[in-house]
């Protein structure tokens, strides 16, 4: 009877670290997506290696590049993003699904607000057709909330 239960055992230990392996590879390995807004085309992500390349990749001819962080160099994912023009007209709302967020808008003057940790960080952008503005938004965070959060 105990032979029976370690192998039972045995074959459930061996199940689930190869789901755990095929699940671990697949997030490793997953590419970002093309997502869209109001016929505004956006890239996010950026969380390991592959994921990062892909959003890379798919950016070339995009003109705004949003970088999301915490102040001691931690990437930051989930942070909702607002882009709105010179006339406060909405442009762009999204979750941001990584550190990294690309977009091609339209030349002009933009501010961009990015929410995260229940802070908001506003930047303005001049865009242009050509050539790409990187805006890094960093998040402090206090030894307070860490001990508490």
């Known amino acids: ?8 055992i045995g074959v459930l230990v061996f199940a689930a670290a190869w789901v755990f392996a095929d699940w671990s590879t697949a997030f490793l390995h997953s590419t970002a997506q093309v997502k869209t807004y109001q016929g505004i085309s956006y890239v996010s992500g950026g969380f390991g290696p592959d994921e990062g ?3 890379r990749a798919m950016s070339d001819t995009d003109n705004l ?3 999301f962080a915490l102040q001691n160099g931690n990437y930051l994912g989930g ?3 607002l882009i ?4 406060g007209k909405r ?3 999204a979750i941001s699904d990584g550190p990294l967020f690309f977009t091609k808008l339209p030349a002009g003057n933009y501010t961009v607000a990015a929410t995260a940790l229940g802070k ?3 930047h303005t952008a001049h865009l242009s057709s050509k050539g790409q503005v990187q805006l890094n938004f960093t998040w402090k965070i206090d030894d307070e909330e860490i001990a508490t959060g």
């Open 53 to 55: 390349k892909s959003a």
């Open 91 to 93: 442009i762009l709302e």
């Open 79 to 81: 942070a909702h993003v």
């Open 65 to 67: 590049q949003l970088r």
């Open 84 to 87: 709105q023009d010179d006339k």
């Open 120 to 122: 908001t960080v506003k």
């Open 1 to 8: 009877m105990n032979k029976i239960m370690i192998r039972a």
